[in-house]
Nanobody, 127 residues
Framework: HVQLVESGGGLVQAGDSLRLSCAAS????????MGWFRQAPGKERESVAA?????????YYADSVKGRFTISRDNAKNTVFLQMNSLKPEDTAVYYC???????????????????WGQGTQVTVSS
């Protein structure tokens, strides 16, 4: 039984930082490309960042978060992270992580459906 469990969301002010975590279980984590996605109320889901398997040597970011967000992975902990700095009100959304078996970060980023999804964590940035 595969599970992806996000955590670390919350209410912060513009300019603050948050670190999201996504803990995976029930899969061979190092064999999966991982990604972070977000969806704000009334908007379509947006790809945020993706990272390669197994080592995470390659990453890919949306232009809107490039230079502010960093995706990383710790295979020993079966966890992918999203460090979010200089947060803006437009970053407010539910953030989801997803896992895709043995595909590149670009492919993870561009997919509309994924092998596995988490339940999401709310990030709210006040101005």
């Amino acid at each position: 039984h595969v599970q992806l469990v996000e955590s670390g969301g919350g209410l912060v002010q513009a300019g603050d930082s948050l670190r999201l975590s996504c803990a995976a279980s029930g899969l061979t984590f190092r064999s999966y490309g991982m990604g972070w996605f977000r969806q704000a109320p009334g908007k379509e889901r947006e790809s945020v960042a993706a990272i390669s398997f197994p080592s995470g040597s390659t990453t890919y970011y949306a232009d809107s978060v490039k230079g502010r967000f960093t995706i990383s992975r710790d295979n020993a902990k079966n966890t992918v992270f999203l460090q979010m700095n200089s947060l803006k009100p437009e970053d407010t959304a539910v953030y989801y992580c997803a896992a895709d078996y043995r595909i590149t970060p670009t492919e993870v980023f561009g997919r509309r459906s994924h092998d596995y999804w988490g339940q999401g964590t709310q990030v709210t940035v006040s101005s």
